[in-house]
C-alpha cells in the first residue's frame, strides 16, 4: 500500500534535499500532512516502510511544527531501508531496518549494540526488496505502508512490489526539473513498463482544498 501527499504536479518536497514538513509548517499542504496520518490506520496498514533518504534529510533540514502530526497505530512498526548503513541511529523503538549483506561490519555492530531487529538482503548497490518483503511476512507483517522518499518508491513500483495507490494532493504546484517525485525510478522505456491503476475512490479532504485519490494496481 503506497500513501502519501504530493503536490498536484507530483512533488513530494520543495526541491532536492528540502523537508516536506515544510509545507504543513507553512500551512499551504491543505492538511495534507495530517489527513495522509489517519489514512495509513484507516486503510488497514499495520506498519509503515520508509527509505533512508527521507530520514536523512529530515537529519539536516529540520522543520519545526506548532503542534505535532499525529501517529498512526502503523507507526508502532517502522521499518526503514538502510541499504548503505548512512544512520547513526537514535530513535530504536519499533524499528526494523533493512540493509545489504555486505554491509560494513560496523553498522552490524551499532544495530546489534542497539538491540535494533535487522534484516539482511541483497549485495552491491540495492538490497533485494522481495526477499524484505517476504522477511517482513515472516515477522507478521500484512499490510505495509509504504511512505517514501522517491527513490524507495519508484524501487518498489518497478519491482511489482505496489498493490495500492493513494495520494492526498495538497493544493499547491511545485514545478521543477530535480526536484524528488512520488516515484523517482529509471525511465519507462516502452508502453508496457507503464503501471496502470484502477480508481477506488477520488474526493475532496479536510477545508483547505486537498484531493484524495485512491486506486488499485492492475495486474498485467
Not at 25 to 33: K, L, S, W
Not at 139 to 157: D, E, M, P, Q, V
Request: aromatic share 8%; hydrophobic share 40%; proline share 4%.
Amino acid at each position: 500500500m503506497f500513501n502519501v501527499f504530493a503536490s498536484v504536479d507530483g512533488r513530494i518536497t520543495t526541491s532536492p534535499g528540502r523537508n516536506v514538513l515544510e509545507w504543513t509548517g507553512a500551512g499551504v499542504d491543505g492538511e495534507a500532512n495530517r489527513i495522509v496520518h489517519r489514512l495509513y490506520d484507516e486503510l488497514g496498514c499495520d506498519a509503515l516502510i520508509g527509505g533512508s533518504e527521507s530520514i536523512l534529510v529530515y537529519g539536516n533540514h529540520w522543520v519545526e511544527l506548532d503542534s505535532p502530526i499525529p501517529s498512526p497505530k502503523a507507526m508502532d512498526t517502522f521499518v526503514v531501508v538502510d541499504g548503505r548503513g548512512r544512520i547513526d541511529w537514535q530513535y530504536t523503538k519499533g524499528l526494523i531496518v533493512v540493509t545489504r549483506s555486505d554491509v560494513s561490519p560496523a553498522y552490524v555492530r551499532q544495530l546489534e549494540d542497539k538491540q535494533i531487529h535487522y534484516i539482511q538482503t541483497g549485495t552491491g548497490d540495492h538490497v533485494d526488496l522481495v526477499l524484505a518483503l517476504e522477511a517482513l511476512y515472516e515477522l507478521g507483517i500484512r499490510r505495509l505502508g509504504l511512505t517514501g522518499g522517491g527513490g524507495l518508491n519508484g524501487a518498489c513500483l518497478r519491482a511489482g512490489l505496489i498493490d495500492e495507490v493513494s495520494v492526498v494532493f495538497s493544493p499547491v504546484i511545485v514545478g521543477g526539473t530535480h526536484t524528488p517525485t512520488l516515484f523517482d525510478c529509471e525511465d519507462a522505456a516502452e508502453l508496457s513498463s507503464l503501471t496502470r491503476l484502477r480508481l477506488l475512490c477520488t474526493r475532496p479532504v479536510g477545508d483547505e482544498g486537498a484531493l484524495w485519490a485512491h486506486y488499485r494496481i492492475v495486474r498485467q
